[in-house]
């Protein structure tokens, strides 16, 4: 099917081109965090409310993952390769093992539970940040029960999983995240206040700043959710109506219109030019000519 992309933008044409999006799969609950294996081609991604995981081959063929998966959300890999997971269910970030097993990174900070981490990404020196909303502690996407935290905050585990740390308390609902190409800069976005803030990532991992640096303006639904950089440094992010680009300075380039509302992407395929795209109850691919970066 064609998706009527509205470009506001010139440079929205070289990023994206023509535009054209496909179903691969479809009849899910709710799809989110997808994330693509740049050697094994595979992408895993998650039902939140079905509380299932699934991988997808990259001859096509989908199979479930991990049931249950404790409603997962972000789902990323470290510079292992090893895939590392966000839990609504539980509150908890977790990381399967070559062996089959689990660990647990986090669940607490000074003594209550987190939230429910949402969304996450690895520093090239594998320090793992997370967002930590309040969505996994309401019905759909959640077990509904009492926040223990009086905030919604981004936290770092250090790279030897020894540390958790608190990086900033100051957020409605912060969401979807990624590293600059040189991860001096990490952006995160704000569910509830649709904007997208810019902090400085200082030598030992701490964050300075956090000024806002995009809004996400537009008709249709969504909000600022899943978030990505792309090999030129353009940022994508879903917000209303779909997923709005923006270049490396803030200047939006324009709107992927997607048929469903759109919670998160990512990019896959051997040449990383496929956006996949976790639309609600589907799963979209569709192919752009600027290429995403390899996790690891």
Excluded at 15 to 44: C, N, Q, R
Excluded at 57 to 64: D, N, P, T, V
Aim: glycine share 12%; aromatic share 10%; hydrophobic share 35%.
């Amino acid at each position: 099917m064609s998706v009527p992309a509205r470009a506001r933008h010139s440079g929205f044409d070289d990023v994206v081109g023509d535009a054209t999006i496909e179903m691969v799969a479809s009849g899910f609950g709710f799809l989110e965090g997808p994330v693509w294996h740049p050697y094994e081609k595979w992408l895993v991604f998650s039902d939140i409310p079905e509380s299932r995981m699934y991988r997808r081959s990259a001859e096509g063929e989908i199979e479930l993952f991990r049931e249950p998966s404790h409603k997962a959300n972000g789902n990323t890999l470290d510079r292992q390769g090893r895939l590392v997971t966000c839990e609504h269910a539980t509150s908890r970030v977790t990381r399967a093992e070559p062996n089959g097993s689990a660990t647990v990174l986090a669940t607490h900070h000074q003594g209550k539970q987190l939230n429910s981490p949402n969304d996450i990404v690895v520093a090239t020196g594998g320090s793992i940040y997370f967002t930590d909303p309040g969505y996994g502690r309401r019905e759909f996407y959640g077990v509904p029960r009492p926040q223990e935290l009086p905030f919604q905050g981004v936290y770092r585990i250090d790279g030897d999983g020894a540390r958790l740390t608190l990086l900033a308390d100051d957020f409605g609902q912060p969401n979807g995240l990624c590293f600059s190409l040189d991860e001096s800069r990490l952006f995160i976005n704000d569910t509830e206040r649709g904007h997208i803030r810019v902090f400085g990532v200082e030598a030992n991992g701490d964050l300075n700043g956090g000024a806002v640096w995009a809004v996400t303006e537009g008709e249709g639904p969504g909000a600022p959710d899943g978030m990505k950089i792309d090999s030129r440094g353009n940022l994508y992010c879903t917000g209303p109506g779909g997923i709005h680009i923006f270049d490396a300075s803030g200047t939006i380039l324009g709107v992927i219109r997607t048929p469903e509302d759109c919670a998160n992407f990512t990019f896959g395929d051997d040449d990383l030019q496929s956006l996949y795209i976790a639309a609600s109850t589907s799963l979209y691919r569709l192919r752009v000519r600027v290429p995403g970066l390899r996790l690891f």
